[in-house]
């Protein structure tokens, strides 16, 4: 995929990135391609989707939010998404991938190694059993994710107490998400490109008596 369809794809999200960036996501979606013929990392085989669908959608959140620097935890992250494309539009971001599926840890990894990314952790594991290993977190986000109510309680609990949370969401998820507390909801906003897909941000608050 060339530099200038990588580009004009990601200015309709409002990310700018450099020629090394734009190296990256190449790099990144043929070693996608490849490992998904043998472990499913995502259901998406046309290059211009996952182009679309995974990395602009996911690098959004970096002017969106937005995201400089800090730890971040993404929970689920599958094939990379949104942690690993956050890392590459936002190099001086902490991250840990969180992924309780062996080989798409694995491929996490590879892609970690293969790319030279610091301060970028695999954990394989279940979210619920995560605490001290992963504090303190500015950011928590997840893009697969269903279950709200049990994801947000962990990520508002004294073990994790993240000051943030990003969540990719569908515009029927909206209401029962703001009605979870624990957690002050900025307005939706629209992710281009989509009909009712919504970045959802959340910070912290004591809980409700």
Known sequence: MSADVINKALREFQVELTPEQVASVQRYIAM?????????????????????????????????????????ADVGSGG????????IVRPELHVFLIESNVKKATFLAEVVREFGLTDTRVLVSQYEELGE??????????RALGEFDKFLGWAHSERVAARQVILWVGGRDIDE????????????????????????VGHRVAWAQ
């Open 177 to 200: 998400i703001k009605r979870i507390r624990g957690w002050l909801w900025k307005d939706p906003i629209p992710i281009p490109r989509s009909l009712q897909r919504f970045l959802l």
């Open 133 to 142: 290993e992963i504090v303190p977190l500015d950011f928590v986000c997840s």
């Open 32 to 72: 996608l391609l490849t490992w998904n013929e043998k472990v499913n990392l995502t259901s998406i085989r046309d290059p211009l989707e996952i182009l679309y669908r995974h990395f602009c959608e996911s690098m959004f959140a970096g002017s969106a939010v937005p995201l400089q620097v800090g730890r971040l």
């Open 80 to 87: 990379g998404f949104p942690g690993l494309a956050l890392k």
